[in-house]
């Protein structure tokens, strides 16, 4: 008993030694080894805040940013961000990516005014720049200081197109899309908008962009139908919460910020967003017709002109204006099913005016859009392939409006009556839409 008393004796102490050795050890462990606490900034990750909307603040500017693109086309550079500027305070800027959810160091830009701006102060800006090594890029922003932000209060903006590569034309969506620029104040012209989107339909045309700032309540139910079925693609464009947009094109008639509600900023935006899905757009006001006229359909027509013009990414087609208050006298295509629809009927006016040769004549376009970088109104301001000024006895434009030259009488007017080649088609089709959003009963009548 007594040896087993001292046994247990020992090891107590040993235990006790044990546990002083151990905490003598860890209490004089140098600090270098000690764990280093994690700091409290937040994770280097992103994106915080993506953009959702198609009008975006910079932040510190005065300037907005619409979409972001992915663009090789220009030697050294890989990103155009499409925004709207003011001409006076454009300041230097810095690339920002997240790259694959990590943040990268920041890349100087380019940036590039567009020409065209008709003297307002704002004009739409192209911001490009070079994405880091080894970076995956999804989403882009810029900076106007060149520093790595950590903050959550980062607005980024997706990249789109992330193949812009020509050989991907063989699986392009559509063949032909228009692109329509700037909706705007009370806009109701339901007739002659339904029957030019039919048009455009039997002509081979695949979808329709629309920047929507505001319409009347009947043309709103009708774009509403046809986005419904996928024909046409509504862009929200509320540039009047940002500017004061303005209704005209030139800043000493109009006034305001920025031209036609932003019409160039929105016609470029379209050219990319249709770049990897569409062979053809089409840039065209909504009241503007771009036909055929050697040809029933638009693939044929480009399968020649490009044939005839294999380096050409720009077809200029001539602007033929239709003064409304001339009527066809016969009223063959007064229809009575449209008589309660607000709008012009296009088929009843078939007198077309001649441009004055004296004067500046203007243009809509056919282009491709991977061969144009920078576009205006009635011609392109950059681009990659030829132009080309398509005859007007092969296409023109029919664009059913007031007249241009009110002087010119009736006689002096030509008889053009190429619509009513697609009227057995064309006027059906019209009431079927018409139908569909109530402003036809079941019978055709309103």
């Avoid at 044990?18 to 000690?34: A, D, G, Q």
């Avoid at 909307?53 to 086309?73: E, F, G, H, W």
């Amino acid at each position: 008993m007594e040896k087993a008393k001292k046994f247990r004796g020992t090891l107590f102490l040993l235990l006790i030694a044990s546990f002083l050795f151990i905490l003598c050890i860890t209490v004089r462990t140098p600090r270098t080894y000690r764990t280093i606490p994690k700091p409290r900034l937040p994770p280097n990750t992103c994106p915080f805040h993506i953009s959702e909307q198609t009008i975006t603040p910079l932040n510190n500017t005065k300037d907005l940013l619409v979409s972001a693109y992915m663009d090789q086309r220009v030697k050294g550079l890989d990103i155009r961000i499409i925004g709207i500027f003011r001409k006076d305070s454009i300041q230097p800027l810095y690339c920002l990516f997240c790259c694959a959810g990590q943040v990268s160091r920041t890349t100087p830009t380019t940036i590039s005014k567009h020409l065209d701006n008709f003297s307002f102060a704002f004009t739409t800006t192209d911001v490009m720049c070079q994405i880091p090594q080894k970076c995956n890029a999804t989403h882009v922003s810029l900076l106007t200081k060149p520093d790595r932000v950590r903050g959550s209060n980062q607005t980024w903006l997706p990249i789109r197109n992330q193949k812009t590569n020509g050989k991907e034309e063989n699986k392009l969506q559509f063949n032909f899309t228009v692109c329509i620029s700037t909706l705007f104040g009370d806009y109701n012209n339901v007739l002659q908008f339904a029957q030019t989107l039919e048009m455009y339909r039997l002509l081979g045309v695949d979808r329709v962009v629309i920047y929507n700032t505001s319409c009347g309540p009947e043309l709103n139910s009708l774009l509403h139908s046809y986005s419904q079925e996928g024909f046409v693609e509504m862009v929200p464009w509320p540039i009047d919460r940002f500017l004061k947009p303005s209704r005209g094109w030139l800043f000493s008639q109009s006034g305001g910020d920025m031209h036609y509600f932003g019409q160039l900023t929105t016609l470029n935006e379209c050219v990319y967003r249709s770049m990897a899905r569409s062979r053809y757009v089409l840039l065209n006001d909504m009241d503007e017709i771009i036909m055929p006229y050697k040809h029933n359909n638009l693939m044929s027509l480009m399968d020649m002109l490009q044939q005839q013009h294999p380096n050409t990414g720009v077809y200029l087609i001539e602007n033929h204006i239709f003064p409304k208050k001339h009527f066809e006298p016969s009223g063959r295509f007064h229809l009575p099913q449209w008589n309660g629809v607000p709008g012009v009927n296009i088929l009843e006016h078939i007198y077309r005016e001649d441009p004055d040769r004296n004067v500046y004549h203007p243009h809509k376009m056919i282009i491709q859009p991977r061969l144009v970088e920078q576009t205006s109104v009635h011609e392109v301001l950059k681009n990659f392939g030829q132009r080309f000024r398509v005859p007007m006895d092969v296409c023109r434009i029919i664009h059913v409006r007031v007249a241009l030259r009110g002087s010119l009488t009736l006689q002096q007017l030509n008889e053009d009556k190429r619509l009513w080649d697609f009227q057995e088609k064309l006027i059906p089709n019209v009431d079927k839409v018409l139908r569909r959003v109530g402003m036809l009963s079941s019978e055709g009548q309103n």
